[in-house]
């Protein structure tokens, strides 16, 4: 048996061999015909009123911090469980963090929390759809337009899930997501930002394109483009956007392989959760979830040994967040100290499992023939 990886990062052979066709437009940049053909494909898809392609899901985030106007001592809210990205995002802005725990049952941000955490200060709250689904967002929506605050979803992990049959991305007012080459459907690195306040979408034109009028140029509408807002180098390149165009033909497909992979590992590990060896994942109820993460809750002492017991036999198990309200960089910056049990436990307990739309058979077999085993010695 050959090291079994935590996830796929292949494309497919046939797509990378037929790159050569940018040769045929002359742009192998940005700005070009795949760039644009993604965007559509979302906007019609996700019936988002504008998508645009970004190098990454961060970039995209550091968009969203933009369009928002943070200014210093704006407060942000986020779930302290989450990635540092979107976190430092804001705060490169000058937004303070305002962290809250997370529900123990399906590790989203703790929808009950929340409204004793939003004050005056409060622009935005931030969610992370995590492993595939979500929170109850409907609750949010409320408290958003009770506060008039802004809705940012981070759908790094759920994109083509839905809450409530409409698709996760789609509830706040800006949204991200990702093409890592660790995401269900990846171009090896890119992003994109779905604008759902049509409000944002004329200045994001203008961050996107560097801080300038340059959309505006291009549509003939004006002479010349120049500086007029804040921007950066954000959009994704015409190489990435094409593999990324090419594997989106057929992501149901994948999807459905990957959602086969998971299933398996729901049905294989029951036994184990009925003997309290381990608690398998849970969501929302009104969650259709795309299997992006299989992960699995432990014993803290057994967490760490597991994972190096898998590692030593060729399955490339992980942990996943640390909380952020206990980073070096939290607590050598801001006063504030906060007591998010679930986060911490969360984060002690978790071990993630290999999972891609091709994992094959004797690859599964072996995976749960060492999670079996390594529970027979305790």
């Not at 994109?159 to 698709?167: A, C, H, Q, T, V």
């Not at 890119?190 to 944002?200: D, E, P, S, T, Y």
Request: proline share 2%; charged share 25%; with cysteine.
């Amino acid at each position: 048996m050959k090291f079994i990886s935590f996830t796929e990062v292949s494309i497919p052979q046939q797509i990378l061999k037929n790159c050569k066709i940018l040769s045929r437009y002359k742009n192998f940049s940005t700005d070009g015909i795949f760039s644009k053909k993604c965007s559509l494909y979302f906007e019609k898809t996700l019936n988002v009123p504008k998508a645009l392609m970004t190098k990454s899901c961060t970039s995209a985030l550091e968009m969203c911090a933009i369009l928002l106007n943070i200014k210093e001592g704006d407060e942000i809210i986020f779930p302290s469980y989450a990635y540092v990205s979107t976190i430092n995002a804001f705060v490169l802005r000058g937004a303070k963090p305002i962290f809250v725990d997370i529900d123990a049952n399906n590790l989203n941000i703790d929808v009950m929390q929340l409204e004793k955490k939003i004050n005056k200060k409060t622009k935005a709250i931030v969610i992370i759809n995590y492993a595939g689904g979500s929170c109850e967002i409907s609750k949010i929506i409320k408290l958003k337009k009770k506060y008039n605050i802004y809705l940012i979803e981070d759908n790094a992990h759920s994109l083509f899930s839905k809450y409530r049959n409409k698709y996760l991305g789609t509830f706040g007012d800006l949204s991200t997501t990702s093409f890592h080459q660790t995401k269900n459907l990846h171009c090896g690195e890119g992003g994109a930002l779905f604008i759902n306040n049509k409000k944002f979408i004329k200045r994001a034109n203008i961050i996107f394109k560097k801080g300038t009028d340059k959309q505006k140029f291009l549509e003939k509408k004006v002479k010349k483009y120049s500086w007029k807002d804040l921007g950066s180098s954000f959009e994704l390149s015409e190489i990435h956007s094409y593999i990324l165009f090419h594997c989106l033909k057929d992501w149901k497909t994948k999807f459905k392989k990957r959602m086969k992979i998971w299933l398996n590992y729901h049905e294989k590990l029951l036994i184990l959760e009925k003997k309290n060896y381990l608690r398998r994942p849970i969501f929302v109820r009104s969650i259709k979830h795309n299997a992006h993460i299989y992960y699995i809750l432990v014993k803290k002492n057994y967490r760490d040994s597991m994972i190096s017991y898998l590692n030593q036999n060729k399955i490339n198990a992980t942990f996943h967040y640390l909380p952020q309200h206990e980073s070096y960089f939290f607590k050598k910056n801001y006063k504030e100290r906060f007591n998010l049990q679930i986060s911490k436990k969360i984060s002690d307990q978790i071990i993630r499992l290999p999972i891609s739309n091709n994992l094959k058979k004797e690859q599964f077999d072996h995976i749960i023939k060492y999670i079996f085993k390594f529970f027979l010695t305790k």
